[in-house]
T-cell receptor, first 117, second 114 residues
């Protein structure tokens, strides 16, 4: 079974600064996808960024980027120029790439990020 | 707005009762997923349907069941409710239900069992 670990229950950052959220995962498979989801106080789950394991290039989406280290099974999220609206719970998630595991996301426990003015 | 619609948004019911949560996927999405978010267990995958057929099953209790109808909407039925079933239940949808898809989540249905 796959597991996802987020070792930082809470993080805080000043507005306009950069913060990195950590995530490690465990799998023996080679074909998989990794995601970061954001859950603001409204509780809506919002996709922030995704990474295909077969791609060596790290994914970026505007102020959000990842550091994907496949050998180390590490998938960290970097938020640059933090904004107050980035305050949320962030979940790292894993999905296998084939068979009956299609669509089954395994989530970490989440990291609460607070952006201070 | 993700385009995934869940009803009801909030529900309070007593132990032993049965409830039905409803989900309308985004237009064009064939796959529907159900997830449970609780303080104890975190976010857990329950079940996935694709075009009316069950595709994958997670940690779904036998007291729970789901189905996807021909119009692609889905229902999650929770019966013999216990206090521990209190949680936020998310429905999500995607086009094909593969890793290449983006999975969009609804706003969730808050269930409180008293």
């Amino acid at each position: 079974a796959q597991t996802v670990t987020q070792s930082q229950p809470e993080m805080s950052v000043q507005e306009a600064e950069t913060v990195t959220l950590s995530c490690t995962y465990d799998t023996s498979e080679n074909n998989y996808y990794l995601f970061w989801y954001k859950q603001p106080p409204s509780r809506q789950m919002i996709l922030v960024i995704r990474q295909e394991a077969y791609k060596q290039q790290n994914a970026t989406e505007n102020r959000f980027s990842v550091n994907f280290q496949k050998a180390a099974k590490s998938f960290s999220l970097k938020i640059s120029d933090s904004q107050l609206g980035d305050t949320a719970m962030y979940f790292c998630a894993f999905m296998l790439g084939g068979g009956t595991s299609y669509g089954k996301l395994t989530f970490g426990q989440g990291t609460i990020l607070t952006v201070h003015p | 707005d993700s385009g995934v619609t869940q009803t009801p948004k909030h529900l309070i019911t007593a132990t032993g009762q049965r409830v039905t949560l409803r989900c309308s996927p985004r237009s064009g999405d064939l796959s529907v997923y159900w997830y449970q978010q609780s303080l104890d267990q975190g976010l857990q995958f329950l079940i996935q349907y694709y075009n009316g057929e069950e595709r994958a099953k997670g940690n779904i209790l036998e007291r729970f069941s789901a189905q996807q109808f021909p119009d692609l909407h889905s229902e999650l039925n929770l019966s013999s409710l216990e206090l521990g079933d209190s949680a936020l239940y998310f429905c999500a949808s995607s086009v094909l239900g593969t890793g290449l898809d983006t999975i969009y989540f609804g706003e969730g249905s808050w269930l409180t069992v008293v």
